[in-house]
T-cell receptor, first 115, second 113 residues
């Protein structure tokens, strides 16, 4: 399997613009997570899905952030409008919950810079 | 709520030195515990895990033992290599129906030749 695939790897955008980050989870995994990594806050869970349904979005910082999972093989994280403080590395991860296999597999991340 | 506390870095060692990165946690019940490693410009990779008390996870010469009595999961390696230079994250998954991971702040390790 190719692992979790995220795109783009790098995104530079101007303040106020809409940004969409994309994620393809590992085939067969039924959980998908979006994390944000910054120097100040470390790794923060933004939202996670189970079988395409959002389970916990309490980590989404504000209404400017939204996430969707229209099918089992694709998810998006959208920021509209973007602000400089949104600059971070955004990771997508997926997992399948079975006995003895509870770890999450991470993509390579999208480095977002808002100027 | 659940939390993970790691020793702060950065940690700089010479090649072949011994490594210990401390990790303690706060959680109810019996969480699963993990160490992830992040190499520069990469995503997080699972290094090792333990799912119950007294379990020892090991991989690539790294070890960590799940200590319920001290709520700890310290990462150890007897002889580090330059290629071990990375950021190491301790994480937990709460017991029960929770599926998300809670991470520590990460510890930057640099190994000098």
């Amino acid at each position: 399997d190719a692992g979790v695939i995220q795109s783009p790897r790098h995104e530079v955008t101007e303040m106020g613009q809409e940004v969409t980050l994309r994620c393809k989870p590992i085939s067969g995994h039924d959980y998908l997570f979006w994390y944000r990594q910054t120097m100040m806050r470390g790794l923060e869970l933004l939202i996670y899905f189970n079988n395409n349904v959002p389970i916990d979005d309490s980590g989404m910082p504000e209404d400017r952030f939204s996430a969707k999972m229209p099918n089992a093989s694709f998810s998006t994280l959208k920021i509209q409008p973007s602000e400089p403080r949104d600059s971070a590395v955004y990771f997508c991860a997926s997992s399948i919950y079975t006995t003895g296999r509870t770890e999450a597999f991470f993509g390579q991340g999208t480095r977002l810079t808002v100027v | 709520g659940d939390s993970v506390t790691q020793m702060e870095g950065p940690v700089t060692l010479s090649e072949e030195a011994c490594l210990t990165i401390n990790c303690t946690y706060t959680a109810t019940g019996y969480p699963s515990l993990f160490w992830y490693v992040q190499y520069p410009g990469e995503g997080l990779q699972l290094l090792l895990k333990a799912t119950k008390a007294d379990d020892k996870g090991s991989n690539k010469g790294f070890e960590a033992t799940y200590r319920k009595e001290t709520t700890s999961f310290h990462l150890e390696k007897g002889s580090v290599q330059v290629s071990d230079s990375a950021v190491y994250f301790c994480a937990l998954r709460a017991s029960g129906s929770a599926r998300q991971l809670t991470f520590g702040s990460g510890t930057q390790l640099t190994v000098l030749p």
